[in-house]
């Protein structure tokens, strides 16, 4: 493991070396707040791990994305989002874009013939979600990053899924691939920590310009933690789509549950184009619970898990639950599908042993949803 270089201030030998420093250059330092050798160190083996040329660190997933909206738009233009992505980003782009005079539109990314009208010619940026955030979903990603770019845009995606290891973005011509390092490369849960890769000069600088002037810094020590968790990664992410694909077998069948949207499962829309791209699920799945079953006893049954955290992300070692009610929008965009889900409880499976999880799964189910 690199050591962790902890500095504020950077030191110059002289006044020549002073003024020959340039925040510019990224193989010099010039202040803390520009990076350290820990940080570059991180972003020279994700670009490796993504097969990227560039990557930026962001202090998380969020100021990534929030960063690259900055970065690329002006007043007047337009950024597409898709309606299954992070609904955070979402309200970013809702509450705060609009504000600079950005315009936000939301395109269904499984339904082409609404493209028209939600990516329309001029639009300057196109975030794509695979899989998506609740709902699981994977578009046709060439046909959507060929309509993209024929429509002016840069195509940007989430590729926190794949953890740059069972997706290659670049691949496939995409030119802005965001990550949230506090998921599966920190490997802890206990590091928050973004990242932005492109393949374009240009685009680098223009990432890294914005962050200069944002003031957007990340510690060294944050750095070396996701350091640490990347030599595990391959590690993790195998058990966990292992368990993950177990366990979601389980729910499969049963009585009041719609459907379990996982993306190797075919009856999950996109399973097709999953199975193109990924090479690798991730233990990260959702289950749409009929309407017809009450909500109380939806909530009886998470509240009666006990090998299961209730809490928000996903990624680490720790198993976790989330509880999307009948108003969320994933659940009225499954509605809007012809699902008729009433909520959906989303599922990340950790590092424990599949066997307790699923035990404590069987109980909780016969307890409470018999």
């Known amino acids: 493991m690199p050591p962790v270089h902890r500095a504020a201030t950077v030191l110059f030998e002289d006044v020549n070396e002073l003024q020959q420093c340039n925040w510019r250059n990224r193989d010099a330092y010039t202040y803390g707040r520009e990076g350290s050798p820990t940080t570059t160190e991180l972003e020279r083996r994700l670009a490796a791990l993504e097969g990227a040329h560039h990557v930026i660190l962001l202090p998380s997933g969020l100021a990534a994305f929030s960063l690259a909206c900055i970065a690329l738009l002006n007043a007047g233009d337009r950024v597409a989002l898709p309606a299954n992505g992070y609904g955070t980003g979402s309200q970013m782009a809702d509450r705060v874009l609009r504000r600079f005079g950005i315009e936000v539109s939301i395109y269904e990314p499984t339904t082409p013939a609404t493209w028209q009208e939600t990516i329309p010619h001029g639009t300057q940026l196109v975030w794509i979600e695979a899989p998506g955030s609740v709902t699981m979903e994977v578009p046709d990603l060439p046909l959507l990053i060929d309509y993209a770019h024929a429509a002016g845009a840069l195509t940007a995606i989430d590729n926190t899924y794949s953890a740059g290891l069972h997706f290659k973005p670049f691949e496939l011509g995409i030119d802005l691939s965001m990550q949230a390092l506090t998921k599966f490369q920190s490997g802890g849960a206990d590091v928050v920590l973004g990242s932005l890769a492109c393949m374009d000069a240009t685009l680098q600088e223009r990432l890294h310009e ?16 996701v350091l640490r968790g990347l030599h595990t990664l391959q590690l993790r992410y195998r058990q966990s789509s292992h368990s993950g694909e177990l366990i979601a077998s389980w729910f499969r069948g049963r009585a009041g549950v719609l459907s379990v949207l996982f993306p190797p499962f075919e009856e999950t829309p996109g399973s097709l184009h999953w199975k ?57 965009r499954l509605r809007r599908m012809g699902q008729p889900a009433g909520q959906i409880v989303r599922f990340w499976i950790g590092l424990e042993d599949p066997t307790t999880l699923l035990n404590d799964i069987t109980r909780a189910w016969e307890r409470v949803m018999r």
């Open 210 to 225: 914005t962050r200069h002037f944002l003031g957007m810094s990340v510690s060294p020590d944050d750095a070396y933690l």
């Open 276 to 332: 193109t791209h990924f090479s690798a699920a991730a233990g990260l799945f959702s289950i749409a619970f009929s309407e017809h079953i009450p909500t109380h006893q939806v909530n009886a049954f998470v509240d009666e898990l006990q090998q299961f955290q209730i809490g928000f992300s996903w990624g680490g070692p720790i198993s976790l639950v989330m509880v999307y009610g009948y108003s969320h929008s994933a659940v009225q």
